[in-house]
């Protein structure tokens, strides 16, 4: 039995025609990227050999696949879904592996991509075995017309598609061409309704058998899901909202028949939808506004800058080709078109001579991008502004404004502007077509002046470097010259105007004295007398034109040596000249001297002589080391001396050491050489104790000088490594037995007295603290605090009304109370006109009315305290052994004898005197 799917397809005529009607709107058709077919058929032989091409003798594609991407096809590559079959570069099929026969038609996709630009296509290929037939031998039965179910509206024609026969028990049977199904176009924001119906799938076997359908792939059963839908009784496949290219520009899906058990009935078939693209995106331009620039006098055709505008529709198409134009700009100076833009690549170029920087800076143009190749009537328009900016370039010489310019300086001042150079310069301010640059070209050539710019107002600025001598310059007289840092554009010569002269004075000024020879240096010997003549230090005023008179004076003389003559600088000796003397650095002793004229104002000039001091023999050497120690035995531990002379070569060394005749018997000297010497001793034995030893010492000076010397000896006792032993050191020190015995009881003696002293004090220390007081503590008064026991209450008078100590929630029955009426235990409520001052200080005379005066004055004071207690004073408490102490009479005048008190001790004295009868103060 045949097996064939039936595909109905709806409207493919009306949507032909309607994206037909595009192709109008130019005269000449635009490149369209993509494959030249939809659906490629060749005819190939049984057996293909890898790599041969496929292609050869087909009578559909000349034997390629051909694709245009509208750049040259720079870089495409091909991808087949049949891993048998391949696509080169150059279009042609070639298989990939041995095939050796095609029991049915290979029908597979080939995939064309760019490496610059991410869009994809798609086409079919089918391969058939050559020798089948490429026509059905059936027409009537492959139009399905017999088979179709009736429709209530008119459809288009059925189209039928038979796969490959299946073997039966007989054997092969002759297979019918399979029929490739074209891809079905669906044009993008369709307005429905929804569901649409796309195509109808039915198959041959629903009249044995009952069918479902149903469709797997990316917008069915894969994301974006639900998109297309499929009736699966019937095989309808509808669309269910409005696709959008720019989403997803085409579809595969692949179309299912089983039995009502699930079983697969037919091999699933590809379903290709491309979704038609519509103009319904408008260009977008990459920003709003573009910033680009052009040098001023730039000739016509110049590059400013580029503007870009996307599409998101099918830029093979009409719909996404952008092109652009200019709308205004702005402003219209020198001529309202100064540039253009290319339609397709949005360069724009200047196009009219005239750009001047300096009157116009900037311009503003409107950029307008229109798709449909730039069809006003049916493209969409979107527009951009572009900032172009006038660069500027030196085509403004800088110019001064005077021919002439003049200025003072004081003669012998530097780093000072003595004149300012103003320059006028119309290209942009701080570049370096506007920054000026000063030099002079005559009139300096000693290099006297420079020229500054200041780096904000642009003039130059005359600065003396080098000092100017009114009497060798009165004036002088400069060119200068200006010019930019860049040098001047082509075609501009500098103006006459750039440069100018500049007059300068110089003005006379008092200038101090100078010593021609400074420092001064003169060579003397040492010890010349006071009131010699050493030299003459005279200085020199610059000043020729003025007659002044130079007077000198002392400023430095640190030995005080020198005496200079006020009017010639003359220099003489006060001392005699000591090179030895700590004045003296090197053999020179330096002096400073003041020459001041008598100027206005006065100017003074220094000079430094220095005087080089000849050595003479004038100083005997000294023996150095001055003591020194050496065993009582002889041994070879001797003693190393030399000499020090503070004289120089040659009245140094070499020195002769020599012995006292008194002291050869004991001791020897030995010579090491020229300025060392050995001292050791002569006999076998001498005693521990401290010798001098004198030691005569001459020089090699002219006369030689000699010096008696002593140098201290220590002898003492040694040990086996000829080190002094510590009681032959002591021993050698002078002292004797006797003597260190005496020094030791001395020593003994001085810790017993302070042993004895640090004993006495702690005796004494304790004696004060047992020593009894002249009176008993108790009875002493004297700056102690007396305390005296409390009575309380009995044990009736615990039992407090606490309530009273709360504060009263309402102080009307307070506030009502009369003035002056008031319990001690109420907080105040508000200020009293007047109460009793309390007394300071008690009278001396009757208790009873201190204390009556006081608790009186308490009960009216409203801020004494307690005032949020309970008081209570007539309460003694029941039951005590005391009695009442409310009938004694305070009274001094009563019959009373407080003469008893005088008896009870210091501590009431006090009250005697008040009650005893004692004088009343």
């Not at 760019?114 to 994809?120: D, E, V």
């Not at 090179?579 to 104002?601: C, H, I, Q, W």
């Not at 032959?728 to 017993?752: N, P, Q, R």
């Not at 102490?885 to 001094?892: A, G």
Request: proline share 7%.
């Amino acid at each position: 039995m045949k097996i064939v799917f039936l595909i109905l397809l709806l409207n493919a005529l009306s949507f032909g025609t309607s994206w037909g009607n595009y192709g109008d709107l130019a005269s000449k058709p635009p490149c369209r990227a993509g494959f030249s077919e939809s659906f490629y058929t060749v005819l190939v032989s049984r057996e293909i050999l890898e790599g041969q091409s496929i292609l050869k003798g087909s009578t559909v594609s000349s034997g390629y696949v051909k694709f245009n991407d509208c750049r040259e096809n720079e870089d495409v590559g091909y991808e087949s879904s049949d891993p048998d079959f391949k696509v080169r570069t150059d279009g042609s099929i070639y298989a990939a592996r041995e095939v050796t026969s095609l029991s049915r038609p290979v029908q597979f996709t080939v995939t064309a991509q760019g490496a610059a630009n991410p869009q994809t296509w798609e086409t079919t290929v089918r391969l058939a075995v050559a020798g089948q037939e490429t026509s059905p031998p059936e027409e009537q039965e492959l139009t399905g017309k017999e088979n179709a179910p009736p429709e209530s509206d008119p459809q288009p024609s059925d189209t039928l598609f038979p796969w490959k026969q299946q073997p039966s028990s007989n054997g092969l049977r002759r297979q019918k061409r399979d029929w490739v199904i074209p891809p079905i176009n669906v044009p993008e924001n369709s307005r429905g309704p929804f569901p649409q119906m796309l195509v109808r799938i039915r198959s041959d076997k629903d009249r044995d058998i009952q069918m479902r359908y149903s469709i797997t792939g990316v917008g069915a059963d894969q994301p974006p899901m639900e998109v297309f839908s499929i009736d699966p009784v019937a095989g309808k496949m509808y669309v269910t909202k409005p696709l959008d290219r720019e989403e997803r520009a085409s579809y595969h899906l692949r179309a299912h028949a089983v039995d009502m058990n699930g079983n697969k009935v037919e091999n699933p078939i590809d379903l290709y939808i491309y979704v038609i693209d519509m103009n319904d995106n408008r260009p977008e331009f990459r920003n709003q506004v573009y910033n680009g620039s052009v040098d001023e006098g730039s000739k016509p055709g110049s590059y400013v800058m580029k503007v870009t505008a996307n599409d998101a529709d099918d830029d093979t198409t009409a719909n996404g080709m952008v092109r652009y134009r200019i709308l205004s700009q702005s402003p219209h100076s020198p001529i309202p078109n100064m540039f253009t833009i290319n339609s397709e690549t949005g360069d724009i170029v200047t196009v009219a001579a005239g750009l001047d920087r300096e009157k116009v800076s900037q311009y503003s143009v409107i950029i307008q991008a229109t798709d449909m190749e730039g069809n006003l009537n049916f493209g969409l328009s979107n527009t951009a502004t572009a900032i172009i900016s006038v660069t500027d370039i030196n085509d403004n010489p800088p110019e001064l404004t005077a021919s002439t310019f003049s200025g003072e300086v004081p003669e012998n001042k530097v780093n000072i502007v003595v004149a300012n150079l103003t320059v006028i310069d119309r290209d942009q301010p701080h570049t370096a077509n506007w920054n000026a640059v000063y030099r002079i070209v005559s009139g300096d050539p000693s290099g006297h002046f420079t020229i500054r710019t200041d780096p904000v107002t642009n003039d130059g600025m005359v600065t003396v470097v080098k000092p100017v001598d009114y009497e060798m310059n009165r004036a002088f007289m400069l060119t200068v010259m200006v010019s930019n840092q860049a040098p001047l554009a082509n075609g501009i010569q500098s103006s006459f105007q750039s440069t100018a002269g500049v007059t300068i004075s110089v003005m006379d000024v008092n200038e101090a004295p100078y010593f021609s020879s400074n420092p001064k240096l003169i060579r003397f010997e040492e010890g010349v007398p006071a009131g010699t003549v050493l030299s003459t230090f005279s200085a020199t005023d610059p000043d020729r034109f003025v007659q002044q008179i130079v007077r000198y004076s002392k400023l430095s003389d640190p030995a005080n040596w020198l005496n200079i003559n006020a009017t010639n600088g003359q220099i003489t000796t006060t001392a005699v000249l000591d090179r030895e003397s700590v004045y003296v650095k090197n053999n020179v002793y330096k002096a400073t001297f003041l020459a001041a004229d008598n100027g206005s104002p006065a100017a003074s000039g220094t000079g430094t002589l220095q005087i080089y001091l000849i050595d003479v023999n004038d100083n005997a050497p000294e023996l150095l080391p001055r003591e020194a120690q050496i065993c009582e035995k002889p041994n070879t531990n001797a003693i190393n001396i030399t000499a020090a002379d503070a004289d120089i070569d040659p009245n140094v060394g070499p020195f002769v050491f020599e012995l006292s005749s008194r002291v050869r018997r004991n001791w020897t000297i030995s010579r090491l050489n020229g300025d060392y010497a050995q001292l050791s001793l002569r006999i076998v034995f001498l005693e521990s104790g401290v010798y001098d030893v004198p030691i005569i010492i001459t020089d090699s000076g002219n006369p030689p000088l000699s010096n008696t010397s002593v140098i201290k000896v220590k002898v003492c006792p040694c040990d086996e490594n000829g080190d002094c032993t510590t009681i032959g050191a002591v021993a050698a020190a002078g002292l004797g037995t006797g003597a260190i015995i005496a020094i030791l009881i001395c020593i003994i003696i001085l810790l017993t007295m302070v042993l004895l002293f640090v004993v006495w004090m702690k005796r004494r220390e304790k004696e004060r603290q047992t020593k009894q007081l002249l009176i008993d503590p108790e009875d002493d008064v004297r700056d102690n605090i007396l305390k005296y026991d409390e009575e309380g209450g009995g044990e009736e008078d615990q039992d407090y009304d606490l309530s009273q100590l709360q504060q009263p929630e309402s102080l009307d029955h307070i506030i009502s109370k009369p003035p002056g009426i008031r319990r001690v235990d109420e907080r105040p409520v508000g200020a009293e006109t007047q109460y009793p001052t309390r007394p300071v200080v008690p009278h001396p005379g009757d208790i009873g009315d201190f204390i009556n005066e006081g608790l009186r004055a308490a009960d009216n004071d409203p801020t004494a305290p307690p005032y949020d207690s309970l008081l209570v004073f007539d309460y003694e408490g029941s039951g005590s052994t005391a009695g009442s102490v409310s009938s004694l009479n305070s009274s001094s005048t009563g019959d009373q004898d407080y003469d008893y008190l005088n008896d009870w001790g210091p501590r009431f004295r006090k009250l005697a005197d008040m009650y005893g009868g004692g004088d009343e103060d």
